[in-house]
């Protein structure tokens, strides 16, 4: 009976030691693979800010929570079966997958270098407490359907991490980086947020060095926004990069990873900075490949008909050349004349489509002209 109790107790010892070290390897492997999706992260974190532009301050926090509800309804629902059934029967397609999230990654970092250094500044858009009640929706929908796009990168790169893991275990793992990843980049969005709002409180305070810091904290928030936005674009760029080179070597496309990998490993045996100098040079020609290829993409996208903003484009020169064509012809008229060149009238107008100029002065109308049913009466009179 102790001999039975005895062995019961040791095997449940054993369970709980391989409980704990599943556990481990769980944690760990969902360290790595979130530490593989950071460029991701980190421009997710540079994104989500942005949803809540004029936004009311009490509406902000509500507005990040349903947010981050939809981001973990994008990675759980729908993200991750879609994920793991591919692994399951069609792993030969992640690769592929993954060098897609990569150049829609280049494409995006590439598109915002070239608008910062591109002459023509899109318009801003309308503050959002501006925009009517249906707003906060509309917020939270795109807020939404671009998080889709972002969440399904995290999770291609981190499933590509832990592939080789047993089913159960990869499913595990991946719920965990999905409210892992969630948490933390909603979390920060919210305290960036409201930090203008923590230091117009704390300047509000009675102490001098309160009041220093609030003001301090409150001037900070732009420039703290500015780098975390500049650290995403070089993240994308360098992630996306990395994906591009490792999957055409995996495709067995490998002269440029090739390259790569010799430049990294002949200053890896340099003594004390070795390993920093090869991930240095390593990351440095990811982030080049990752511009390159960036700028192709967004070449190709905007020549093409259906390309996101050539039609902006087109919008843009048609209303340029149309305010060219008005300048030229004010210029043209005659001084003292206005030209018509819109089919704007007013009730005194004499007839539909009349020129503004035929209204200067009242000695220019004739009697009886103002209007037809003006001349019917004039006739009735004369009769």
């Not at 409980?19 to 693979?33: E, F, H, K, Q």
């Not at 003001?215 to 650290?231: D, E, F, N, T, Y």
């Not at 990069?241 to 055409?248: A, E, K, Q």
């Amino acid at each position: 009976m102790a001999a039975g109790l005895a062995a019961l107790l040791d095997d449940i010892a054993a369970l709980a030691k391989l409980t704990a070290a599943s556990l481990d390897d769980v944690a760990g492997a969902t360290g790595r693979a979130s530490a593989k999706a950071a460029g991701v992260v980190v421009d997710d974190t540079a994104v989500a800010p942005r949803f809540v532009e004029g936004v009311s301050p009490k509406r902000e926090l509500p507005i990040i929570k349903k947010i981050t509800i939809g981001s973990l309804r994008n990675k759980l629902l729908v993200i991750l079966p879609v994920a793991l059934l591919l692994s399951q029967f069609a792993p030969w397609l992640l690769t592929p997958l993954l060098m897609l999230g990569g150049t829609y990654l280049c494409f995006e970092g590439a598109e915002k270098v070239i608008e910062r250094f591109s002459p023509n500044k899109h318009a801003e858009e309308e503050p959002a407490a501006n925009r009517g009640p249906d707003a906060e929706k509309k917020i939270v929908s795109g807020a939404v359907r671009t998080d889709l796009i972002l969440s399904s990168e995290i999770m291609v790169i981190s499933l590509n991490e832990v592939s080789h893991e047993p089913l159960l275990s990869r499913t595990l793992i991946l719920v965990a980086v999905a409210i892992f990843i969630t948490i933390l980049v909603y979390g920060v969005v919210a305290v960036i947020v409201k930090m203008d709002d923590i230091g117009l409180a704390l300047a509000k305070k009675d102490s001098e060095g309160a009041q220093k810091f609030g003001r301090g904290l409150v001037k900070a928030m732009p420039a703290v926004l500015q780098v975390i936005s500049v650290v995403g674009v070089f993240a994308m760029l360098w992630v996306g990069g990395h994906i591009i080179l490792t999957g055409m070597n995996d495709l067995g496309f490998t002269p440029v990873y090739d390259w790569v990998h010799h430049l990294g490993e002949s200053v890896h045996h340099v003594a004390g900075v070795g390993p920093a100098f090869a991930w240095i040079v390593e990351t440095f020609f990811a982030l080049v490949l990752g511009v390159i290829w960036g700028c192709v993409i967004v070449g190709i996208v905007h020549v093409l008909p259906f390309g996101k903003k050539h039609g902006e484009g087109t919008d843009d020169d048609a209303a340029a050349q149309d305010g060219d064509a008005a300048a030229a012809e004010r210029a043209a008229s005659p001084a003292g004349t206005v030209a018509d060149t819109s089919d704007r009238s007013t009730p005194d107008d004499g007839a539909p489509g009349g020129d503004v100029s035929d209204r200067s002065t009242p000695e220019s109308r004739a009697p009886g002209a103002g209007s037809a049913e003006g001349g019917s009466t004039a006739a009735d009179r004369t009769d």
